[in-house]
């Protein structure tokens, strides 16, 4: 597939990282030009918008900065983009959206011609750099929230090229429990000492 990075930071680089190991055709844009080019050199991906278009866009930039980043990326109707936000507070330990809402719905709204996919935000940036593999046939899961279902096809697909099992979460609107993982999540790996080689999953008794 044609992906779009939107975001040369741990997220962004670690897309990067897994997506071009997967064989995918990358490119990286991001608000630090200089950055965003060193990291599409650093991994043989291509800088800077496709010209003929992409699969489906990812933007791992900050919550507050995603909708801005998005309408310079000139997206395409109908376009795939995949929501890794968390609405974090500034030290890192709560929500600034949710209970009625959540970043992914207000993202869709803010742009009504894409597609919008929650996915990946419950994993850490190290995680997601460090590979799918968790050891004794453990794969790390990723929930896959959409209303479009063809888009979340191509997301599930995007996420099993690179080693992940997908969890469907059901329509946009789980994205409001989706976040709160995510926050659970960065609380047990800074707030409670875990670190950042952690990650949620279900399990199911067969």
């Not at 918008?49 to 109707?77: C, K, W």
């Not at 929650?118 to 899961?141: C, E, I, M, W, Y």
């Not at 969890?167 to 409670?192: F, Q």
Request: aromatic share 8%; charged share 15%; net charge neutral.
């Amino acid at each position: 597939m044609n992906i779009t990075v939107i975001g040369s930071g741990n997220m962004g680089s670690a897309f990067v990282k897994q997506l071009t190991r997967a064989g995918h055709h990358v490119f990286v844009m991001g608000r630090n030009a200089a950055k965003a080019q060193a990291l599409a050199v650093q991994y043989g991906a291509a800088f800077g918008p496709p010209a003929a278009g992409t699969d489906a866009v990812i933007v791992a930039t900050p919550y507050e900065e995603a909708v801005a980043a998005l309408r310079q990326a000139h997206l395409r109707p109908g376009q795939v983009v995949i929501d890794v936000t968390n609405p974090l507070t500034p030290d890192y330990m709560g929500l600034t959206v949710g209970h009625t809402g959540s970043a992914a719905e207000t993202i869709a709204a803010a742009l009504p011609g894409v597609r919008l996919v929650k996915a990946f935000n419950t994993v850490f940036a190290q995680v997601l750099n460090d590979g799918a593999d968790f050891g004794q046939g453990r794969s790390v899961q990723i929930f896959v929230a959409a209303d479009d279902t063809t888009a979340k096809d191509v997301v599930s697909t995007l996420a099993r090229s690179m080693g992940f099992e997908v969890v469907d979460a059901g329509g946009l609107r789980n994205a409001r429990y989706l976040e709160p993982v995510g926050a659970l999540n960065v609380y047990l790996g800074y707030g409670a000492g875990l670190g950042t080689a952690i990650t949620p999953c279900w399990l199911r008794k067969s």
